[in-house]
């Protein structure tokens, strides 16, 4: 039985295609393979620093008023809130209901600091035309919560809409934070707090934790490798060419 001798005789635009496509399949699965690196750190911070006791504000100097080093830590607030307003942000559903996220100023003791502190959930009643009942904060003194990022609880850093509902109410589709503390002659603290789910608050806290994503990331990373492994075998194996007789 004869057999069919083949040699390697790749074309020039193929190899060209070849050549400008495989790097770049492999870079973005790269990419893709350090972007999971970064979501595990993200993921790593963030159980740490909900393992470590509660942060005391009063108590914490000037690392407490620096972003990056308080997301996600378990804070003590003390002081008072502000009774003038609260702010109702637009749009927030849970279970299928539309209501509002209810964010309430709180002033550090022996400070003029301010810090906005999410409460909860509350139910939308009556239709939008109607001013919802807002109970007023009845933990003065000492709360507990979460410093996070307004961000990521559906807050803006655009320019924000507001509407003056009266009572100290003011309904808002955006907060921007250095806006509100221009506006309120406010010294904010560049992040809010959370605070921790309890019952009986008359408020909705159902807080989940972030989904940070590394598995998705990892799964790109597999389909990019796999393209790039899938183009290098159809490269070689379309190129393998019959050898001629004459040689």
């Keep these: 039985m004869s057999t069919v001798k083949r040699q390697f005789r790749p074309g020039l635009w ?21 972007r999971a690196g970064q979501k595990e750190a993200l993921e790593e911070a963030y159980r740490s620093r909900q393992a470590a006791p509660p942060m005391d ?44 996220l209810i964010f309430s ?15 909860g959930w509350l139910p939308m009643t009556g239709g939008r035309d109607a001013v919802p ?56 603290l560049p992040y809010v707090v959370r605070l921790e789910q309890q019952t009986g608050s008359g408020f909705v806290r159902d807080w989940r934790e972030p989904g940070f994503g590394r598995e998705k990331h990892l799964g790109y990373a597999f389909q990019w490798f796999a393209m790039a492994a899938a183009l290098l075998i159809i490269y ?9 007789d004459h040689e």
Excluded: C, H
């Design 14 to 34: 193929p190899s060209i295609a070849v050549a400008l496509l495989l790097p770049l399949l492999i870079g973005l699965g790269f990419w893709q393979l350090d």
């Design 57 to 100: 504000l009063m108590a914490a100097g000037e690392s407490g008023f620096e972003r990056e080093k308080m997301l996600w830590r378990r804070v003590l607030l003390r002081g008072e809130y502000l009774p003038d307003k609260q702010f109702l942000l637009d749009n927030q559903a849970q279970g299928g209901k539309p209501g509002y």
């Design 105 to 119: 100023p709180f002033r550090l003791a022996g400070r003029e600091t301010v810090v906005l502190v999410n409460r």
């Design 133 to 188: 009942d807002v109970p007023p904060p009845a933990d003065n003194g000492a709360v507990r919560g979460t410093a996070k990022d307004p961000q990521s609880t559906g807050l803006a850093l655009a320019g924000s809409v507001a509407e003056d509902l009266g009572r100290g109410l003011v309904r808002v589709q955006q907060l921007d934070l250095e806006a509100l503390a221009r506006s309120n002659n406010w010294s904010l």
């Design 236 to 244: 070689l194996v379309v190129n393998m060419k019959p050898k001629p």
